[in-house]
């Protein structure tokens, strides 16, 4: 029986969620012998030709080359899922989104002519059609493993859209805002990390992007409870998701009142 064939393509990002599949190790060997890695060169030199039945992508669409690119992986791929981050909201660097590009170029590049990017980072969905996004600055391991296998099994991933608060309900973490007064964002992020922050006091950062059915303003008016002004709420929601739909409108409407 052919195995499935699986690609892993990377666009403007870090590689650490790539790294996140070949963290798995031993669970690896086992992905392997059910799917036959086919496309990644963060792994093996060997890249065999599509078409593939599942790509994992990596990444947010910076310049021009990169749009046309993720065309031609959509058009090979029978299932795509995007990991991470920069894939599913933009990453870090959406914040170029909000600034100036052309004065980045020439503060930072000696020729800037040669620099060919656009004036965004988006999303790899913003481009093409997706079949799942896994979030996360990393992905999580675990998850990124029940991607995969639901894939094999032909299922959906179980992969959960409840906040990070219910993870620390979970490992026993006293809330940090109702106790010590520390602003965080753990209402309105999806789980997947397993409340890390928390656990060491202090609050959430938002790396697995907002939660299914977020009230932002509510968590927004407990920050100004707390004495948070507007431009650190700003700052707050433009990080490694800044570019995802619900904390780009929220973080554009604090803005505006400034």
Known sequence: MTKPKLAVWKFASCDGCQLSLLDAEDELLAVAGAIEIANFPEASREVLPGPYQLSLVEGSITTPHDAERIQAVRAESEFLVT???????????????WADVAEFTRSVYATPAFIDTLDTSTAIADHVTVDFELRGCPISKEQLLEVVNAFIYGRRPAIPEYSVCVECKRRGTTCVMVADGTPCLG???QAGCGAICPAYNRGCYG?????????????????????VDEATMVRALRTYNAYAPEFRDASEKLEASL
């Open 207 to 227: 790396c697995f992007g907002p939660a299914e059915s977020v009230n932002l303003e509510a968590l927004l008016n407990e920050w100004r409870r707390l004495e």
């Open 187 to 189: 209402p309105v992020t």
């Open 83 to 97: 990991i991470g981050a920069c894939a599913t909201a933009g990453g870090i660097q959406a914040l170029r989104n």
